[in-house]
């Protein structure tokens, strides 16, 4: 990432703050507003093809539901432990995907997103790929791809493994080959699919997704209640481990924000303990919507109204954060640009 500004704006599935997630809009829209990267979540279809959605459950974020051709396949499906009813990425082939359109996922919060329902396809990664190199040659600057794997052991269990999904798509269009003109962030919250897609010499960032809390589902697959928790990778000893392992971690934004003894919000020393072990953080989601704040960042009752997003920007980003997610690109531009100058870690 050495040829991205620092702390790197990530656009958190384009602008889902101004546009459907995960569509060309909201990607053109994130790097327009000042994005250095945009963030896919990777899916895949019956045969084969790379999807980019939130989730392969697609009933929230396309017009799916509404579709009577499709009525037959709503169905139930236990998903990383997970009982989900709905319609699945993995029961349609791609040419079924691409009749569909996008939704907003959040219309009450987001209403001025919603008035896009209905306007654009959903997108292949490699429909992704072209949007950015389109944005990278129009705004003259690197624009990166930070990739997420989702729900890797479930696909691996229907004969769909997304490691070999992803690394032949990165070798068909070459996105990531140059590190400094294309970066690359593969990302997940199963550190075994970040291992498999290594081993097929993938050239990128690797970096593990942390929850609060919980288990990692490849581990519990494996492992049932033996498995670690995600906490056991935030201890000293497991950032030490993962040091070895990956190049960087993801986590909740809640995981930096702490109180102090006077009850007002203060930064954790987890960035800190991690860039002593070895590894970059980013952190997910800023959000300026009250119902996304910190309780001591929220300004009155409406969840959809703005808070003090300024402030609880500033203290995320005052941790030392090497990335960070946003559905705001200006905002998180704007939040960046407003910092004093970063001390080397």
């Known amino acids: 990432m050495d040829s991205l500004p620092s702390p790197l704006v990530i656009g958190h599935r384009g602008a889902p703050g101004y546009r459907p997630e995960h569509t060309e809009a909201s990607y053109r829209l994130a790097f327009a507003l000042g994005a250095d990267a945009v963030e896919p979540d990777l899916v895949a279809s019956k045969d084969g093809v790379l999807v980019v959605r939130h989730e392969n459950e697609i009933s929230g974020t396309t017009d799916v539901a509404s ?6 396949r709503r169905t139930t499906k236990t998903i990383d432990g997970d009982q989900l009813t709905g319609w699945f990425t993995e029961d ?3 040419a079924e995907l ?3 359109t996008a939704r907003e996922r959040i219309p009450a919060l987001r209403p001025g997103s919603a008035d896009h329902d209905g306007t654009s396809p959903i997108l292949r990664f490699t429909d992704l790929v072209a949007i950015v190199r389109d944005a990278a040659r129009e705004h003259g600057r690197p624009l990166g791809i930070v990739a997420e794997v989702k729900h890797a052991t479930h696909f691996a269990s229907v004969g769909l493994p997304l490691d070999r999904l992803l690394a032949d ?3 068909m269009t070459g996105f990531g080959a140059d590190a400094a003109a294309e970066p690359l962030i593969v990302e997940s919250f199963e550190q075994s699919v970040l291992t498999a897609v290594q081993r097929r010499d993938v050239r990128a960032e690797f970096v593990y997704l942390l929850e609060r809390s919980g288990r990692p589902s490849d581990l519990v697959a494996r492992l049932g209640e033996a498995a670690p928790t995600y906490a056991d990778a935030m201890t000293d000893a497991g950032l030490a481990t993962l040091a070895g392992e990956v190049d960087a ?4 934004k809640a995981l930096l924000i702490d109180l102090d003894a006077a009850g007002g919000p203060c930064p954790t020393d987890l960035v800190q303990r991690a860039h002593a072990a070895g590894l970059r953080v980013y952190t997910w989601t800023l959000r300026p919507e009250n119902r996304f704040l910190a309780p001591p960042f929220r300004s009155g009752e409406d969840p959809a109204a703005f808070g003090d997003w300024r402030a609880e920007f500033a203290l995320v ?3 030392g954060v090497d990335g960070v997610f946003v559905d705001h690109a200006d905002l998180g531009a704007a939040a960046r640009s407003a910092l004093p100058a970063r001390r080397e870690h």
């Open 98 to 100: 691409s009749t569909l």
């Open 317 to 319: 980003l005052s941790t």
């Open 92 to 94: 349609f082939t791609w």
């Open 249 to 252: 971690i993801s986590v909740d």
């Open 67 to 72: 579709r009577p051709d499709f009525a037959d």
């Open 169 to 171: 798509a990165l070798a």
